[in-house]
């Protein structure tokens, strides 16, 4: 007997410890207020959260409605407003995937154009904002993959939907993009040429002008081949250069010696100066 007493006191104790526990978790439980609510509650509750601009909730509102109502009436709707959500709150890469999603999905919706121009924004914008705004970064010396892919996108809004309300803009961003090419082509030149390399300055130069002609950067482009000539000892295209650069930008800052601007290596060691193009004269 004086044994059984112990054994139902830690009985007792493990019985209550778990009651307990189960109770004080139920605190901490965060319930999914939208799982196994009607189709129609989440499409209002969406589109509520929407005009809130509540853009985090409202994802997450029509994710579900997917999840749990995949082949209904409302999912079609819900994946545009999914892929919208999620470009509104800076999750570019989510909504690539919404909308590479309803792309193979519905490849003949009335509503096409509208999703590959907004791919090409979310394209445009991924892995790129916030070393921009905060650091100050040169987006043309990033990796230019994915504003690639959203050069893409907008050139099969031009050219497959060109009556498309999309068409028009997706245009002018193009040529947005097509200029940061060609300032990431200009970079490398440069770059080439402070170093010595007048031979690789000159076919990244010459790159430049072929693959983007009438781009911001052309007469830059020239003005590399004109110092890289010069470097090399051939005074006659050289001379073709500044010819040509004399006729299309006689302001150029090059004409008057003071192109290209290297950042100076004070610049270069300092954190918090940002990146600086030596094409850049200021």
């Not at 050289?238 to 008057?256: F, K």
């Amino acid at each position: 007997m004086p044994m059984r007493r112990p054994l139902l006191l830690l009985l007792l104790a493990a019985v209550l410890a778990s009651t307990g526990c189960s109770k004080i978790s139920k605190l901490w439980k965060d319930d999914d207020k939208n799982e196994g609510q009607p189709v129609e509650v989440l499409y209002e509750r969406g589109h509520d959260e929407m005009r809130s601009e509540r853009w985090n909730s409202a994802a997450e509102t029509f994710q579900r409605l997917v999840a749990q109502y995949p082949y209904g009436p409302y999912t079609e709707q819900a994946l545009m407003e999914t892929a919208y959500a999620d470009f509104k709150a800076g999750k570019h890469d989510d909504a690539v995937s919404v909308i590479d999603r309803f792309i193979r999905t519905y490849p003949t919706h009335r509503n096409i154009a509208y999703f590959y121009y907004l791919r090409g924004l979310s394209n445009a914008t991924r892995n790129t904002v916030f070393l921009q705004k905060v650091f100050s970064l040169q987006m043309s010396n990033r990796d230019l993959s994915t504003p690639m892919q959203a050069y893409n996108d907008f050139s099969i809004v031009v050219e497959r939907y060109p009556n498309s309300r999309y068409a028009a803009d997706a245009a002018q961003r193009m040529i947005v993009l097509r200029n940061l090419f060609a300032k990431h082509e200009l970079d490398s030149s440069l770059y080439y040429l402070r170093r010595g390399a007048s031979v690789a300055a000159v076919k990244r130069a010459t790159y430049l002008l072929e693959t983007y002609p009438q781009s911001d950067h052309q007469n830059d482009a020239v003005a590399v081949l004109a110092v890289a000539y010069t470097e090399l000892g051939n005074e006659t295209l050289a001379a073709d250069a500044r010819r040509v650069l004399q006729q299309n930008d006689p302001q150029h800052p090059y004409l008057s010696g003071k192109w290209p601007d290297y950042p100076s290596t004070f610049r270069k060691l300092n954190p918090f100066a940002g990146e600086k193009s030596a094409a850049d004269n200021d």
